[in-house]
């Protein structure tokens, strides 16, 4: 188990020491559950009030909260609480799980596959033809990347991911369980004679950049006949669904159970709320917001916020939120 002083914490964040503590600090916890060997962080001022029953012996502050340490505790005022925190919760992490060799020998890995020095192959992977494996790759039990895809350098893949043949992946991402990539996109038609449905072949691949994470269990498809594209550096939470040909600009983030159609387009620094819906050929500019639980059904203008169904412009919605209630209550 890991410990510090509150000296050491402070050093680690190069934050302002306000108090003291005599305690050992093992963990982070919130404030109302921590106990007297932990630190707890306040990034709002509406939970201040929280501070006074704690019993965490430190608190990662926001340089604009006021507050002041008790007998044998300490505040560590820092600019942002929330970054601080993340840094904290890195230098507490467990370690991952640990590898005995660094290809196990139930792994399948093709003649033809490149492994670099130092990537680490789980058991029962499947490692198909032409696949290039760069350094520092981390591949997790019951993994299959299939023909002629490319994974960059200190990527983690986890178990039960799927990677389907041509896809390139970049450098560093992650990709939690059970998380597809490169299957085929949605794509039918009636038939000629009008008694069934015609499957619309996918030829294209997924290419994905660097720093890119993927959350369990979300699917990425391959385009019909280009690529489905994610940018440097793009967040994906669990249980989303990214259609065929969508490309999705640098920095952008999705929610858990959002999805886009296909062809939609995502300019840099996006962000689509917890089950939103993006409709088909839609371009949402850079920097824009979409609400959780919206439904997008046209373009969506660089750094406007819209919300509801159909997604508009989030302060009309409110408006018209308001004044419905306004009719039921009359």
Not at 78 to 103: N, Q, R, Y
Request: glycine residues 12%.
């Amino acid at each position: 188990m890991h410990s510090f002083s509150i000296q050491e914490i402070n050093t680690i964040l190069s934050g302002e020491l306000i108090g003291d503590t005599s305690k050992k600090i093992t963990g982070l916890n919130q404030l109302k559950n921590a106990t007297p060997n932990q630190i707890t962080f306040i990034g709002s001022k509406k939970h201040t009030s929280l501070w006074k029953d704690s019993k965490a012996c430190a608190a990662i502050v926001s340089e604009n909260i006021k507050i002041m340490p008790k007998d044998n505790q300490a505040v560590i005022k820092v600019k942002c609480a929330d970054l601080a925190m993340a840094k904290l919760l890195g230098v507490f992490s467990p370690e991952p799980p640990v590898f005995e060799i660094d290809i196990h020998t139930t792994a399948v890995i093709h003649e033809t596959a490149t492994i670099s020095k130092g990537a680490q192959i789980g058991a029962n992977s499947y490692i198909g033809k032409n696949v290039k494996i760069a350094e520092g790759v981390i591949v997790y039990p019951n993994v299959s990347i299939f023909d002629d895809s490319e994974i960059g350098a200190n990527t983690t893949i986890w178990s039960g991911t799927v990677i389907r043949e041509r896809s390139i992946i970049g450098s560093h991402c992650i990709f939690h369980n059970n998380v597809s990539i490169g299957a085929d996109g949605f794509g039918y038609r009636p038939s000629e004679d009008g008694r069934g449905l015609v499957k619309i072949p996918h030829i294209g691949n997924v290419v994905i950049g660097n720093h890119v994470e993927v959350g369990a269990n979300s699917c990425i498809d391959r385009g019909k006949f280009s690529s489905t594209i994610l940018g440097d550096g793009c967040k994906i939470d669990n249980l989303v669904q990214i259609g065929h040909n969508c490309v999705l600009g640098r920095c952008c983030i999705m929610a858990g159970s959002s999805g886009l159609a296909g062809s939609v387009t995502l300019g840099d620094g996006v962000i689509i709320g917890g089950s939103a819906s993006i409709n088909d050929h839609t371009t949402i500019h850079a920097g824009a917001k979409v609400g959780a639980g919206s439904g997008v059904v046209s373009d969506v203008p660089a750094g406007k916020t819209v919300l509801g169904y159909p997604a508009c412009d989030s302060r009309d919605m409110l408006k018209q939120w308001v004044a419905l209630r306004r009719l039921v209550n009359n």
